[in-house]
């Protein structure tokens, strides 16, 4: 079987056994959680009778065991459950299937994310591979200087800075980015401006120095010493000669950077106020909404073993031991 | 492009000429000389042989011929005039303008010179293509063209494979047919067979002249080989601490040098031990079988007898099983059948069921130093461990048999409070010596010790292990490619090929006729103070 195929396949089932623990991990520290959706819904005054067939409604008063093979379980057929909030004491059943809830919410983020990697990735690469290429001179220092300044910062703060600045005292861009469905793609783009700058600020920092990294490491290579023998210009040698073989370690580096824009920007969303996934998740685990809570989870741990996965994928195919063995 | 030689000039023109060079390297903080106002002058269609030991400056004053200052040093001084051009005036693009078209340069390491990204004829000809000297269908079938006319094998297809899936060999030879691709007046080759085995360095040394001679390149010869420069060069440079030794005519400089330092640097060959047979054998391997993983085996059916008190030399070429051999004896990669006899008992064949004096009892020093050692230990902590462990010293009569060893390996106890990194290679090898001997082990088993270092160094070291030996009875196994070495110290040979024992025998009878076929090949391929040896050995073979 050829090497990229087979490690393709042991990844994807490592990444398979990976999400089958994690979810283990989410279920049991959700049972965790001090007090129950019964009791946070219907209040302290509740009566217990009242709680205890809320409970049995909802399922939860079978054992733990049994609750999380019913959840696997229906996981597997897609199925992601139904949300506990909306069944209001009232008894009319509101609730709403949790994929209702979490897929437009998700297509928000992977929309913010997207958005920001479109800015991130290639800027971070251009300014890594320059940096490298004038190392140690004063532009060097600079961008090192300005990328490290950004990333220092609490991500909220550098929202309101550019708040401030773009959307307050040059008024460019909303301030909030409450997307809605109906919206255009370009008032779509607009709106999120602010949340994707924030992020890319956030984020190039560290893909720029490792880009830039893995090419210096790269220069004291006795092949680099002989593509500048043979009369190479110094971009070629760095485009050439050292980029191709420093892909793996880069990959990796946006690969965990892009998981970042997906799971990790709650903070911006609150910020911004925009409708993803991350203030979706915090949300569900102040009202005790269970199902949401391990929906959410599982998307994140999905997005981080994908997206490792395809580093791993560039780190083969950008080696030529690997991909074309003996 | 001038494939034609006459319109290049004729043989003796001036083509290089370098004039009072001083270089500068950047170390510890601060500037030191590296080259110190050496003259060079070569003439078209010449080749120039520069030797000396490592440190001695060679490399730099070869890439210097390029106009090339490597990272970390400065042309400080003089002057370099290539075919009429000043290489130290001349700008950066004007210098890349020649690199690679008219000079090419050859690096020791093939392996690691050629990028692991790119196919080997996208390499041989991108200086060709890049300066615009020719197209790249048109370089690309010259390429093809000098792979056949090196030897090497598929010449149609062997440029369509990446770095990794090629041989030392024969990435060796790609890369002088790289250099050549652009037909370049002048070629600098840097040590291109030091990392080869003898073996196939007479391949590529063949290929390697035939083509200079062929394109009448002119070309400088940077080794640290007597011998091997001897068939290569026209005339031989002899370089030391950056200043210029002497330089004489090829034939002249081995017949009368006229430097005592000269002299000293073939002084390694004419140390020989007289053989002594032994009959009490301490260790032997007996049908020893071994494979790394669940590939292929690389031990096949292994047994060697070790007298005590001798040493045996095991030789071979790379991946030979030379080193395997000792893994196994160590412990380190269990058999996977045959028996490891030592003195008188089967050891097993895991390293941790073995008990505490068998360990002792067995020590082992590898070739590099350098990684063989902790960098943040002192030498006493580095050879005291052994003594606390094995021995059980602590305190004052620890610190005095560090003293000891210290002595008998020719350092004094100013040593124990430095850090490896503040030694020299020599001393580096004597401290791992030293741990060795601290054990007070029955053998001791040398994995190529002496391969990284210089001849001189490598002497010194050679005749402390061979009076330790006479002191201390000890017994030595061990592991080289280098004839010359093995000439020196050895007892007994043992011959190996493909993981196999050829044979094995006394030094007298392995060295002299008649010889299996194998010990045949690698006994005439190591080089001779010969300038004649060379051709006298390819006649030869093209006879058999």
């Known amino acids: ?326 | 492009m001038s494939t034609d030689p006459e319109s290049r000039g004729t043989k003796g023109d001036i083509l290089l000429e370098m004039r009072d060079i001083e270089i500068d390297g950047f170390s510890d903080e601060r500037w030191h000389d590296i080259i110190k106002g050496v003259d060079l002058t070569l003439r078209r269609g010449e080749v120039m042989g520069l030797i000396g030991e490592s440190g001695a400056g060679k490399s730099t004053l070869g890439k210097a011929a390029m106009g090339f200052a490597q990272p970390g040093c400065r042309i400080k001084g003089g002057t370099i005039n290539f075919d009429g051009i000043d290489l130290r005036a001349a700008s950066e693009s004007q210098k890349r303008g020649l690199w690679g078209s008219r000079i090419a340069y050859v690096a020791q390491s093939a392996a690691a010179s050629f990028n692991p990204a790119h196919r080997l004829i996208e390499q041989t000809v991108e200086a060709t293509v890049g300066h615009d000297i020719q197209t790249e269908a048109e370089a690309k079938a010259d390429a093809r063209e000098l792979y056949a006319s090196l030897q090497l094998p598929d010449p149609d297809t062997i440029g369509d494979r990446y770095p990794h899936q090629v041989s030392g060999g024969q990435l060796q030879r790609i890369m002088t047919a790289m250099a050549m691709s652009p037909r370049p007046d002048l070629i600098i080759f840097d040590e291109p067979t030091t990392a080869l085995d003898v073996t196939t360095q007479v391949e590529v040394l063949v290929a390697m002249r035939d083509i200079v001679d062929r394109f009448n390149t002119a070309a400088i010869y940077i080794t640290h080989d007597l011998a091997v420069v001897a068939q290569m060069a026209d005339f031989i440079k002899v370089l030391r601490y950056g200043e210029e030794v002497e330089q004489a005519e090829t034939r002249k400089m081995l017949a009368e040098p006229e430097q005592d330092y000269t002299k000293s640097l073939w002084s390694v060959r004419a140390l020989e031990k007289p053989e002594v047979k032994g009959n009490d054998i301490v260790l032997s391997i007996d049908g020893v079988d071994a494979a790394y993983g669940n590939s292929v085996k690389v031990l096949h059916d292994v047994s060697i007898n070790i007298p005590r008190g001798r040493t045996v030399a095991v030789v071979g070429e790379s991946g030979s099983g030379k080193s395997t051999t000792a893994r196994v004896i160590t412990g380190l990669l269990p058999q996977l059948k045959g028996d490891i006899v030592f003195n008188g008992e089967v050891l097993p064949k895991v390293l941790k069921d073995r008990n505490k004096d068998q360990l002792r009892r067995i020590q082992m020093i590898y070739q590099m130093a350098d990684t063989a050692m902790n960098p943040r230990q002192t030498v006493a902590e580095i050879i005291g461990r052994p003594l606390d462990f094995y021995h059980g010293m602590t305190g004052a009569k620890r610190d005095n048999r560090i003293v000891e060893l210290l002595e008998m390996i020719e350092l004094d106890e100013s040593f124990m409070d430095r850090l490896p990194s503040e030694l020299s290679g020599g001393q580096k090898q004597r401290i791992c010596i030293a741990r060795a001997l601290a054990a007070e082990p029955d053998i001791i088993i040398c994995d190529e010790v002496t391969s990284a270092l210089d001849q001189i160094v490598q002497e010194g070291i050679l005749r402390l292990l061979l009076r330790l030996q006479k002191e201390f009875n000890i017994t030595y196994l061990f592991i080289t490619h280098d004839i010359a070495v093995v000439q020196a110290i050895s007892d007994e040979i043992v011959v190996m090929f493909q993981g196999e024992v050829v044979e094995q025998g006394l030094k007298s009878e392995i060295l002299s006729p008649p010889h299996p076929d194998y010990t045949q090949l690698l006994l005439s391929s190591v080089p001779e103070m010969d300038p004649d040896w060379l051709d006298r050995l390819v006649a030869e073979r093209a006879e058999a």
């Not at chain 1, 709403?96 to 479109?118: E, I, K, Q, Y």
């Not at chain 1, 290639?122 to 300014?127: A, E």
């Not at chain 1, 307050?168 to 370009?186: D, G, I, K, R």
């Open chain 1, 1 to 326: 079987m050829h090497p990229v195929l087979s490690t393709v396949l042991q990844r994807l089932g490592l990444g398979v056994v990976t999400l089958f623990f994690v979810s283990l991990i989410i279920f049991s520290s959700i049972q965790l959680l001090p007090g129950d959706f019964g009791e946070a819904v219907l209040g302290q005054a509740a009566l217990p009778e009242t709680i205890e067939a809320f409970r049995k409604e909802l399922g939860l008063d079978q054992p733990a065991w049994k609750r999380y093979i019913n959840w696997v379980a229906s996981v597997m057929t897609g199925d992601l459950g139904t949300s506990f909030s909306g069944r209001a004491s009232s008894g009319i059943d509101r609730s709403r299937a949790v994929v209702d809830l979490v897929a437009p919410r998700l297509w928000n983020t992977l929309f913010l994310a997207s958005m920001a990697a479109v800015i991130a990735v290639p800027l971070s690469l251009i300014l890594g591979v320059t940096a490298a290429l004038y190392r140690n001179s004063f532009y060097d220092r600079s961008v090192n200087a300005a990328t490290l300044t950004t990333i220092s910062f609490p991500e909220f703060f550098v929202a309101y800075i550019l708040i401030v600045v773009l959307a307050s005292l040059w008024p460019l861009f909303p301030s909030l980015a409450n997307v809605t469905e109906t919206m255009s793609f370009t008032e779509r783009v607009y709106k999120c401006a602010l949340p994707a700058l924030t992020l890319t600020l956030v984020i190039v920092a560290h893909m720029m120095r490792m880009t830039r990294a893995s090419i210096i490491n790269l220069l004291a290579s006795p092949y680099i010493e002989m593509a500048q023998l043979k009369g190479a210009s110094r971009s070629k040698v760095i485009l050439k000669h050292a980029l191709p073989n420093a892909w793996a370690p880069i990959a990796t580096v946006i690969a965990f950077n892009l998981a970042y824009l997906v799971v990790g920007v709650v903070v911006v969303e609150v910020v911004f106020v925009y409708p993803g996934v991350g203030q979706l998740m915090v949300d569900a685990v102040s009202s005790r909404d269970i199902p949401v809570v391990q929906a959410c989870a599982l998307i994140f741990a999905g997005t981080y073993i994908i997206l490792n996965l395809i580093a791993d994928v560039i780190g083969i195919v950008t080696n030529p031991r690997l991909l074309h063995p003996r």
